[in-house]
C-alpha cells in the first residue's frame, strides 16, 4: 500500500512537500519515482529515486524539485520549490521493481 500526502493549495513561488508512505512491500527493494497528471494530460513522470539513491527528474522541474528517501521510514518524499501554476495537478506515487504498485494520489494546486 502506498498512502501520499502533503497536497494542497498554494500560491506561485511557494513550496510544498509530498510524502509517499509505503507497507506490504520491501521498500528499500523497490525504485521509487513521483508522477503526475493535469486535467485533460497524460500522466508524466516527474521524479525517480533508486534504490541506491541516484534520481532523475523531469526537465520542468530540474532545480525545482527534489526527491528523497528514508528506508527506515518506508518513506519516499517530493520537495517542490518555486513551484508554478503549471504544476497544478495530482501527484502519484510510484514503486516499481519486478512488480509495480501505485498510490492514491494527492492534489497538488498552484494559483497565480
Known amino acids: 500500500q502506498l498512502q501520499a500526502s502533503g497536497g494542497g493549495s498554494v500560491q506561485a513561488g511557494g513550496s510544498l512537500r509530498l510524502s509517499c508512505e509505503v507497507s506490504?512491500?520491501?521498500?528499500?527493494?523497490?525504485?521509487m519515482s513521483w508522477y503526475r497528471q493535469s486535467s485533460g494530460k497524460q500522466r508524466e513522470l516527474v521524479a525517480s529515486?533508486?534504490?541506491?539513491?541516484?534520481?532523475i527528474y523531469a526537465d520542468s522541474v530540474k532545480g525545482r524539485f527534489t526527491v528523497s528517501r528514508d528506508n527506515a521510514k518506508n518513506t519516499v518524499y517530493l520537495q517542490m520549490g518555486s513551484l508554478k501554476p503549471e504544476d497544478t495537478a495530482v501527484y502519484y506515487c510510484?514503486?516499481?521493481?519486478?512488480?509495480?504498485?501505485w498510490g492514491q494520489g494527492t492534489q497538488v494546486t498552484v494559483s497565480s
Open positions: 506490504g512491500i520491501i521498500f528499500s527493494s523497490y525504485a
Open positions: 510510484n514503486a516499481n521493481q519486478q512488480f509495480t504498485y
Open positions: 529515486i533508486t534504490r541506491g539513491g541516484m534520481s
